[in-house]
């Protein structure tokens, strides 16, 4: 461990830190906790959207993706890009006009079911706790690289900061720390492009041509094929991409952080250029990589490419970069763990104990207290099932809780918001198909099944051929809907959806983020 690297990493904790102290003195009621009172301008939520979105599976796995298999790499940035237009035109500002701290309140404006309202928690709980997990086991093997400690305590700093920046800053210090490790993100990303690009002496054409013949693919790097040769799973995959972020509940909350929907659609537009610009520098970052690292390096140092950006920023900076790209992917970690704390937390405070057990009838003092000893459990649980999963291929886990997220809550939002006749009955329906059946397949998949001892959880032959389910489990989630609607004797409330319809692009009756 080199004393710069413990210096910035040290730094990086203090930053945090200090926002989360002067975060706490703006945090007093429910509404504080929740959504940070709606205090966020367009501007300051456009970065912290792009903050989720800038993940360290982002930083460091797209650019290694790029370094080992080119033109395949950058499916990731493309996807992740696209989803964008679905949050701007479909969901952002109905979600924003319906919704109070979480995603089951978006969807119960419609349908007044503790039932629907608890199955939108239990969707919200078990994607986040499955993101959460594979953070924190990349957070855990990442440090133990960078800084030499043990995998078990890397997980145990950092399940330990994130608890303490959502227990006592809420969502404001959730942001904060969001918006600073977004700039320093883009800023670490920006420096190496530029000392990449003028190796290349400015000129693309000429860093094109000399990556032909940097790796082993050759002519193949700048060609699709290298790695998705199942066109079949490479839709999937980017389907899992381009649906999956428009039902992540934690984006999804950050709508409720400003206060009216035009911010909410200010907000995606400015994370867009912001994310738009960063995943422009990870090709050359994956080219800088793959030209000045080396192919054989980069494998020898994370077999999946995950140390790629670290390397290239020592091979070009030096240690001063190195230390510096290391913290950042450090606050990357941190940023993006406290904000699926803080939305497993709420949805159980709020969603569960608030409204199903309580019945609306509680306090915000109480409901601030139930969510911060929920954000203890959720935390404790996450560090503790992420130190057993160690040895766990974690892979499966994140495209898991994007198939989830894909096909279990978008198609609930868009029936709720689009379709006249849905019901109390197909929400529910849809959620579940959605969630079982990306759950099971999954879990049948070459993800968790491998002939090869050691390649997965699991030895022996998936039932399920293709990594990814998405291109099936979305329409079935969908299918789920509009089978539990039309199949039910309940009618759907037209006067409830005429309200909702034009309250979702309307904003009416909505004056501010604390009282709507």
Not at 72 to 98: C, H, K, Q, T
Not at 274 to 287: D, N, V
Not at 442 to 447: A, H, K, R, T
Request: with cysteine; proline share 3%; charged share 10%.
């Amino acid at each position: 461990m080199s004393v710069m690297s413990l210096a910035l990493f040290l730094a990086i904790i203090f930053l945090t830190l200090v926002i989360t102290y002067l975060s706490s003195k703006k945090t007093k009621n429910a509404s504080d906790f929740y959504t940070a009172g709606g205090g966020l301008t367009a501007w300051q939520n456009g970065l912290a959207v792009a903050g989720d979105f800038m993940s360290a599976a982002s930083f460091l796995g797209i650019t290694g993706a790029i370094a080992l298999v080119g033109f395949d790499g950058f499916y990731m940035s493309i996807g992740n890009l696209v989803a964008f237009l679905f949050l701007l035109f479909l969901v952002s500002e109905p979600l924003r006009n319906l919704g109070k701290y979480t995603l089951a309140d978006m969807i119960t404006a419609r349908f007044n079911s503790k039932k629907v309202r608890g199955m939108a928690a239990v969707s919200t709980l078990v994607i986040s706790i499955f993101y959460m997990i594979a953070q924190l086991v990349g957070a855990g093997g990442l440090i133990k690289l960078l800084l030499g400690i043990d995998y078990w305590l890397s997980v145990l700093i950092v399940g330990i900061l994130m608890t303490i920046y959502v227990i006592f800053g809420g969502m404001t210090a959730t942001s904060w720390v969001q918006i600073t490790k977004a700039v320093l993100l883009l800023v670490g990303s920006f420096i190496l492009t530029f000392i990449v690009f003028a190796k290349f002496n400015f000129n693309v054409t000429h860093m094109f041509e000399h990556v032909k013949t940097a790796t082993p693919l050759g002519d193949m790097f700048l060609h699709p094929g290298n790695k998705y040769t199942d066109a079949l799973d490479m839709i999937s995959f980017n389907m899992s991409l381009v649906l999956g972020a428009a039902g992540l509940p934690h984006l999804l909350v950050r709508f409720f952080t400003v206060k009216d929907a035009a911010t909410a659609r200010k907000s995606v537009v400015y994370s867009t250029w912001f994310i738009g610009a960063f995943f422009i520098m990870t090709i050359f970052l994956g080219f800088g990589a793959a030209a000045f690292v080396g192919f054989d390096k980069i494998v020898a140092a994370n077999p999946a490419g995950n140390m790629a950006a670290p390397l290239l920023a020592q091979t070009v900076g030096g240690e001063i970069l190195f230390a510096f790209v290391s913290a950042v992917a450090f606050a990357t970690i941190l940023a993006v763990v406290s904000g699926l704390v803080l939305t497993s937390a709420s949805a159980f405070a709020h969603d569960i104990y608030g409204q199903i057990i309580k019945g609306g009838k509680v306090t915000e003092k109480e409901q601030v207290l139930v969510a911060r000893i929920a954000s203890v459990s959720v935390a404790v649980a996450s560090i503790i099932l992420a130190i057993f999963a160690q040895t766990l291929n974690v892979a499966f886990l994140s495209v898991l809780a994007l198939g989830i997220a894909a096909s279990a809550n978008l198609p609930v939002i868009l029936c709720t918001i689009y379709w006249k006749r849905f019901n109390a009955t197909g929400a529910i329906t849809g959620m579940l198909v959605g969630l079982i059946s990306s759950v099971v397949l999954v879990l049948l998949s070459p993800n968790v099944w491998n002939p090869e001892p050691g390649a997965a959880i699991f030895t022996g032959d998936p039932l399920f051929g293709m990594m990814n389910p998405t291109i099936f489990t979305v329409p079935l989630g969908f299918l789920g809907a509009y089978l539990g609607t039309v199949l039910s004797r309940e009618k759907a409330d037209e006067e409830i959806y005429a309200e909702v319809l034009f309250k979702s692009n309307t904003g009416y009756g909505i004056s501010s983020a604390k009282d709507h």
